[in-house]
């Protein structure tokens, strides 16, 4: 072709050199092989999650909203164990079947509730006391919707739990947790939150302020929050690590009280208080703020004679 003149040898040494660095840029290649199949593989995962469909949609509108709840609880024959291994070919049904066939045939899983009957009537203070992984902290998480039993059922007067919509179920309930999370900004928004889903949401500034004083008094914080340089508008900081521990249980106790729940749970909430508040009764927090409350206690060691149950 060069001696024809269809190209020249400017050409030649063009698609030479070409075709080399083309060879060692397609060389490189072979060790990021690897790492392009562990980005499949993640991409598959994530995939999976986005378009998994849960078996408790917390954004579903599908459910009962019963106007008028009391807050009678019971737990009729329930069986408990965590989800350790999720199969995603299975519907919900079928998964609590296949994790009671498992409990049954295998002597590695652990059953954490098995076949418990409890009664928690409305306006009554129940507590719970046992060590630690006895299933204190699990049967408020099934109060909670966070799971759902494998076996037996769970009603709020008399509605099992998976019939009501779960926003309007978790609007009930306020939980106190022995490490509570809070927001980085102030205690007063901190405390705000607690009002989601009620009726204070939308009240004017005016009235959300005296509901949480009026909540703060009541869990023993408005004298520490008054101590503070910026009293209700003091930052606590990314998790609240700008407080103490008890002072932060104080904060999420006035958030749960501040929406006046039907039902009322604490999970070692008074764990990081002086004695004399832990040796408070129940009722210094529940009975002025709702006439009609479940309160329920979990407890690994707590002066019971406060309590009706």
């Known amino acids: 072709m060069i001696a024809d003149g269809e190209l020249n040898i400017g050409l030649v040494m063009n698609c030479l050199f070409a075709v080399i660095f083309a060879s060692f840029s397609l060389s490189q290649i072979a060790p990021r092989i690897e790492n392009f199949a562990k980005a499949v593989a993640a991409a598959q995962k994530i995939f999976q999650t986005i378009y998994r469909v849960p078996s408790i949609d917390s954004l579903s509108d599908a459910g009962e909203r019963p106007k008028d709840i009391q807050g009678d609880i019971e737990f009729k024959n ?6 350790s291994r999720p199969e995603g070919n299975l519907d919900p049904h079928s998964f609590s079947l296949y994790l009671l066939a498992v409990a049954m045939l295998t002597s590695w899983v652990v059953t954490v509730l098995k076949n418990i009957s409890l009664s928690i009537p409305a306006g009554k203070f129940t507590a719970i006391v046992g060590a630690s992984g006895s299933g204190k902290s699990t049967t408020i998480a099934l109060l909670e919707r966070f799971y759902d039993p494998i076996q037996g059922t769970i009603t709020l007067d008399n509605y099992p739990l ?14 106190v947790q022995q490490e509570p999370v809070l927001f980085a900004c102030s205690i007063y928004e901190n405390i705000c939150h607690g009002m989601i889903e009620t009726e204070l ?12 004083v009026k909540a703060c008094v009541m869990a023993n914080a408005d004298g520490f929050i008054k101590g503070l340089p910026d009293g209700y508008d003091t930052v606590v900081g990314e998790r609240g690590f700008l407080l103490s521990g008890g002072q932060k249980q104080r904060i999420a106790i006035a958030r749960a009280v501040v929406s006046d729940p039907k039902i009322l749970l604490l999970d070692e909430a008074t764990s990081a208080l002086d004695t004399a508040v832990r040796l408070l009764p129940p009722c210094y927090l529940a009975v002025p703020i709702a006439p009609v409350i479940s309160h329920l206690t979990a407890f690994s060691y707590n002066p019971l004679s406060h309590f009706h149950r």
């Open 201 to 212: 949401e939308h009240a004017s500034e005016e009235v959300k302020r005296e509901a949480v």
């Open 162 to 175: 998976p019939s009501l919509n779960l926003r309007f179920l978790r609007a009930q309930i306020s939980l």
């Open 78 to 83: 329930v069986s408990f164990i965590y989800p």
